[in-house]
């Protein structure tokens, strides 16, 4: 059974027809707060799991316009969980390193090993995204890259790594709900840059760029949520839902003791 905003594969969507806003999924922010609260903590308990289990993994991809809550997202939905057992990763623009070799080079290398959540702050979807309507990469490049991606996620999934990939839906008038805000608070000042207003611009291109990433990068493997996310406390519960709803299926396991009723302890 999919969860709500999962996206199916072959099934293909049109961003314009997605809710942005919590609408008829949930009225009651009270109580979307106290049941995030819940999940929260049962979050925590299995991530513990996991990470005492070590034998598999769990990679959270998070992509969304600017201001779209990314970074809300890291710090609210992964509060409480062990940061031993989480690697965050957020993914600038690639350094000459980066840039030297192939672009899923400095993905792979961020990867969460067994037992760790890993959580991707943007990703290789960059690469077919901000790459594509800059305009960084010719044509023929990034559009096989929805192939290589796939094959790639496919690599990690039969590699023991559940993959959960989020896309903050955002309207545009929220953008500049968020950038005004940034704009006004000195203490979000540092968070806005004047990059983000020439994107901003190209808001039709990117969004063309998601439904492409969304449709074509939609597998059984690796899904796509399209969380609606103008409001951030529906944004929480929606993918703490998704994340809880995953890790239970996960199933992870205390390893077994071994015979430890022999042992004294002097
Ligand atoms: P921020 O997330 O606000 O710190 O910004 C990071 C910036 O790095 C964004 O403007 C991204 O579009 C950019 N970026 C991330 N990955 C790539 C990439 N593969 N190629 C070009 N720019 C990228
Ligand atoms: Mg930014």
New binding site residues.
Partial sequence: MPKTHQLEPGRQIRLADCPTTAGTFHDNRKQAEKDFAKLRKKIALLQHRLYSEGKQSLLVVLQAM?AGG?DGTIRRVFEGVNPQGTRVT?????SKEELAHD?LWRIHKAAPQRGMIGVF??SHY??V???RVEK?VPEAIWRRRYDEINTFEKHLSDNSTRILKFYLHISKSEQRERFQDRLDDPTKNWKF?L?DLE?RKLWNEYQAAYEDALNRCTTEWAPWFAIPADQKWYRNLAIARVLHATLVEMDPQFPASEDLESVVID
């Fill in positions: 600017d990314k957020s993914f600038k623009v690639p672009y702050n943007r960059e690469d995204l901000v790459v960084i840059s990059d994107k």
